[in-house]
């Protein structure tokens, strides 16, 4: 085992540990970054297909380097994962890869301890940067193992192709399964979803302008004003979509995003559902040999079902059960960007945040006010 001494330990080479690495590296302050898996930005280079970002370009770049002006103005998949590259060698970054995170603990000198499964790590802070989407979250289906069908997780998904001509049941309708409906009609499939619970949709483009902007713009105003407008804008872009099997939510978009329920970004699945190439079906009863019950009692033929069950942070695996009931919430977000106990200072949090106004957006802000709270408390000086 290998005792390694650093100053700031960065967990997780995305776009959150690397745009705090990257603020870091423009201050010319020394850090470490460890990676669990061997390359940089891993989950997005094993996100399905057609995947881009929801948001604007001009709003998405992470601190100090913009995309370049040749990138369209919604980034795909594999050209995100050449700016994060990119981004790295811009600013050297080079993380230790292939460590995985097995715990952290503070020691009786305050420093924090961090052992992978290869090594040991001691360093004043650490920035956990593991992301909202780390460990897949695939729910035991009543019946499941009766099913002769294929069962996949969304992680497992890349593309429509292998379903042509198939009953394709996607399960759940986030941002997910909402665009893995659409690739697979795209592929010749028949999708259907299955939508337990109202769901609340904003297009990303509302009358040809992008979404995001003007989220940014609302996010400004007193809650009840941006929720107001929220709701406005959402009745004249997506309409009243209950008599399609969608739903309607008791609060504006806004709201329910500040509760932790991200609304959906629709990049074109609510006019298929209008137009009944996309059907929608209620929760699901019981899965058969090859057909499965709705909560309806309708029972439909199906050829496969993707999980769009969405994922979970994993910190207690690492965190461990006693800091994680202090500093972790009931849906295994973290609580704060950081905690001023002195028990837990020098440990922050980055990306755990899903808002309307972009993730990545919000990356940039945050990773700036960290940096600023270290300063601000002498515990570095630049």
Known sequence: MQLNNFTTLIIGAGPAGLAMAGRLAQLGLPFTVLEASDHIGFSWRNHYDRLHLHTVKEYSALPHLPFPASYPTYVPRLQFVEY????????????????????????????????????????????????????????????????????????????????????????????????????????????????RSPINIIRREVFGRPAQPIAILLSKLPNWLCDYLSTLTQRASVGDVSVYGLGKPKH????????????????????????????????????????????????????????????????????????????VNDRGYPKKLWFDEAPFQGLYFLGFSVPVTGVLNLLNRDSERIIDHIVENNLISV
């Open 84 to 195: 994060l590259e990119q981004y790295a060698e811009h600013f050297n970054i080079r993380p230790k890869f292939n460590q995985k995170v097995s715990s952290i603990h503070r020691e009786q000198n305050g420093l924090w301890q961090v052992q992978t499964e290869t090594d040991l790590f001691t360093a004043e802070r650490v920035i956990v940067a593991t992301g909202y989407n780390r460990v897949p979250n695939a729910p035991e289906l009543p019946g499941q193992r009766n099913f002769r069908g294929i069962i996949w997780h969304s992680y497992e998904y890349r593309n429509g192709a292998p379903f042509r001509n198939e009953n394709v049941l996607v399960v759940g309708m986030g941002n997910t399964g909402a665009e893995l409906a659409l690739d697979l009609l795209e592929n010749g499939a028949k999708p259907f979803i299955s939508v």
């Open 252 to 327: 504006s978009p806004t709201y329910d995003n500040r509760r932790g329920k991200t609304p959906v970004i629709d990049v074109g699945t609510i006019d298929q559902i209008k137009a009944g190439a996309i059907t929608v079906v209620p929760a699901i009863e019981r899965i058969n040999a090859k057909t499965i019950t709705f909560s309806d009692g309708r029972e439909l033929p199906f050829d496969a079902i993707i999980l769009a069950t969405g994922y979970r942070t994993g910190l207690s695996t690492f965190l461990g059960d006693a800091l994680s009931a202090q500093l």
